[in-house]
């Protein structure tokens, strides 16, 4: 954990009562990726007296909601979100219906591998590339195509699926919190149904406990058949303001612990710890060049486009008392496969 | 059940099946309210086979999705939506502050208790209705608005509580549901902020899984109080073509199970069936004016604007082999309160 001065005089007390409460001798530690530090100590600490019957802070189960960003918080982003990655794979196999797309932006970029070109065609470049891949099939068949290129897909730099490249501490905390009566969401700016077709195997979260962004979809009937069929605009866009509005539509109730890791995160924070009684706000910090990725200039690291994680929201963290979990220092395991 | 012709030949075979599958002999019936008619066997029989695992149409936990329709399906509908009464209720409570209302309409024909009125003023009277009664309040505030009414508020024939005229056999058909591990969804063209505050309690379905028409959210700072503020615009209508649509945003997966009542429920029923394997739709058909109301010109009753069920729709069901299941013959018991 990146100490705050809000966070340290409390310290010591909270280490105490957590291992009280949460550890009792000879218990097996729920979240063992986790290093002894104060951020493991604050969690369980928190799950303790949300769950216990006697405390003030006791939370009824239904009540007990975790939102979980996706991108940087429960997979790694770098070099580039996933679903990017999906998106120019998916210009590449689609090119050969496509002649045109040698001559003209964005696809060009994206079949020359010219990054640089890429960025220059900024937002509306982005937007073309998700019409072109994300629409103009039924939702059946996008979750088979988004399916299968991520049964395959693997991460250019760990050469692992990118399903394999998930943060081994998450996934214990995830069960954890389920074990703890909690339900599990994940409330991502990614596409909803670019997401829901593997977190259940991956994270054990079912797909209508996924939130994100997503694009206008319309009923039809086609050749007899009743589909949803996808459309080249923009439905929704689950991030910064935008998730706890996501969060109002989809779960309806103001959850009471939320995990984010850059300033897209920073409105599900503040609306999540804002409730009544007890609270908990974290942010991943990717702190670790050689395990995984270190960004984000908020501790002098390089910026980065993806997961900015600027000096105002560390600012935000330390007031309002957020858990800023560093990477290198709070996390003993990264991914769940062995590193190479 | 109405019968069709597409569901006669099989009746006999599938209560003899059901009575084998699901019932053996000794178990407790899990649907005591309804009659022992082929409706009630066409559930037995689907829910028998797609929960036993040697079965060609078994569908695994995670996969038993079952849509319910709210207004007139899981609970009364007639005289007038209850959304509606709430709304009426609502401007009554209101009107104090708004001296206006007394020569504006549609305001003065809700003070005055002038339905004629009201009903000539159409859908933007309406839509007026709305903006003054559901929005112009955070989230959390219309959540203890909705409820506090819904506490307290009464049925004008049946002098029970909104929330008490609930159908039971429908509680107990949520109830199996649940049992034989499906994930019970509504998905209503009522308000989902509106459903949410007691769903839980009545229905035992979690804020999470309502889907219903919503208006715009706002994410706000409010006296420094993060706040979801609701505006007068529509964001989405859960009606008709709508509901695929709701079911695909907020469920992402095509329900194996559907129940509906109205020309509203159609595409939701399409959507269901006309996926692959095992599916079922039914459609609630009210034909009992002493228990509770009978209308719908598809079986020679009176018309009503609220809950239409049109010829086609009769039509349609006995085309796709739906359930259409008559309350008068096909439910033992309409209410949990013992009739007056």
């Known amino acids: 954990m990146i100490p705050t001065r809000a966070q340290r005089p409390l310290g010591a007390l909270i280490v105490c009562l957590a291992a009280l409460a949460a550890c009792p001798a000879g218990a097996v530690d729920p979240l063992p990726s986790w290093n002894d530090t104060p951020a493991k100590q604050r969690i369980l600490s928190f799950v303790a007296k949300v769950t216990n019957e006697g405390s003030a802070d006791f939370v009824p189960p239904e009540a007990r909601i975790a939102t979980f960003d996706n991108d940087g918080t429960l997979w790694c982003e770098q070099p580039m979100y996933v679903q990017l990655a999906f998106a120019l794979a998916r210009v590449k196999t689609l090119a050969p219906q496509h ?31 998700i019409a072109a891949t994300h629409a103009g099939m039924t939702s059946d068949q996008f979750e088979e195509i988004a399916g299968d290129w991520i049964a395959a897909a ?17 996934l214990e905390l995830l069960d954890y919190l389920r074990a703890s009566g909690f339900k599990t969401f994940i409330v991502s700016g990614g596409g909803i149904e670019f997401m829901r077709p593997w977190t259940q195997r991956v994270y054990g979260i079912a797909p209508p406990q996924v939130v994100g962004s997503s694009i206008v979809t ?26 706890p509005v996501g969060i109002g539509q989809h779960i309806g109730q103001r959850p009471i612990l939320a995990f984010g890791n850059s300033a897209g995160d920073l409105e599900m924070l503040q609306y ?6 007890a609270r908990l706000g974290l942010l991943v910090y990717h702190n670790d060049a050689q395990r995984e990725y270190a960004y984000g200039p908020a501790g002098g690291l390089p910026d980065s486009k993806i997961g900015t994680f600027p000096q105002s929201l560390m600012d935000q963290a330390e007031k309002s008392g957020w858990v800023v979990v560093g990477m290198k220092d709070d996390w003993g395991r990264i991914f769940p496969f062995d590193p190479q």
Not at 107 to 124: I, P, R, S, T, Y
Not at 154 to 170: A, I
């Open 99 to 129: 002649p045109e797309w040698r001559n003209t932006q964005p696809f060009q970029a994206v079949l020359e591998d010219d990054m640089k070109a890429l960025v220059a065609d900024g937002k509306h470049g982005l937007a073309e590339l």
């Open 154 to 170: 693997k991460h250019p730099r760990f050469k692992q699926l990118y399903t394999q490249c998930v943060y081994q501490p998450q």
């Open 218 to 243: 319309e009923f039809q009937i086609k050749d007899g058949k009743p589909v949803l069929m996808r459309l080249p605009k923009v439905n929704f866009i689950d991030d910064k303001a935008g998730k």
């Open 272 to 277: 999540t710890t804002g409730g009544g009684g």
